[in-house]
């Protein structure tokens, strides 16, 4: 059964620990400048001498935050809880959460085929747990808005971006000296979504 209560605590602490993960992306950056200090270096080497980190710091926080956006649009077609909905919001939080530890290993390690996988596999799964939650609003009328019901189109554009990164993951993992490039796939969600809505099929007004 719907908890019959408004989502917002729920999206409060969504965003509570989306800006906690964010944060924490930050900290290994802050330990480099007195380990540098400590090893001679200037203040222009901090920044010329890390940039493994610093581009691993960057990318992280482009993917939480991009990962954060589309979680909190989504929530604009949620007016209750339920227990699944719960469940598949806790692990995509959880993903979020374990995003710093490969964005470390990024950043310290050389890029393979085992920290590609895991950074993208991390991704992977959030954008999983993501179209699960879409599933769990649409398949339940006391949860999903009624102004705003989850649409074809807006399950299609979750599972596109799933499928993507499922196929990233693959070629990441299988091929060598791909590393990171894979995630490039997900510049082709829009055309693959209006491809997929343009069938016949699909071809119908939705609110």
Do not use: K
């Not at 209006?194 to 071809?203: E, I, K, T």
Request: aromatic share 10%; proline share 8%.
């Amino acid at each position: 059964m719907a908890i019959p209560r408004d989502p917002d605590r729920l999206v409060f602490f969504t965003d509570a620990v989306v800006a906690i993960a964010v944060t924490l992306l930050v900290l290994p950056l802050v330990d480099v400048v007195p380990e540098s200090a400590r090893n001679g270096e200037s203040a222009v080497e901090v920044i010329t001498g890390h940039g493994p980190e610093i581009w691993s710091f960057l990318l992280s926080f482009a993917v939480i935050m991009r990962l954060w956006m589309v979680h909190h649009r989504f929530f604009r077609h949620v007016r209750a809880y339920s227990t699944p909905l719960i469940l598949c919001n806790t692990g995509w939080l959880l993903t979020i959460v374990v995003l710093p530890f490969p964005t470390e290993i990024v950043g310290v390690y050389s890029a393979d085929r085992f920290t590609a996988g895991l950074y993208i596999g991390t991704i992977l799964l959030a954008s999983a747990f993501q179209s699960a939650l879409a599933l769990v609003v649409r398949a339940d009328p006391e949860v999903a808005s009624e102004r705003h019901p989850v649409t074809p189109e807006v399950l299609t554009r979750s599972f596109t971006a799933t499928a993507l990164l499922a196929l990233a993951f693959v070629l990441a993992v299988a091929v060598p000296g791909l590393n990171y490039w894979p995630l490039l796939l997900l510049l082709l969600s829009g055309p693959v979504e209006r491809a997929w809505l343009r069938r016949p099929g699909n071809r119908r007004s939705h609110p």
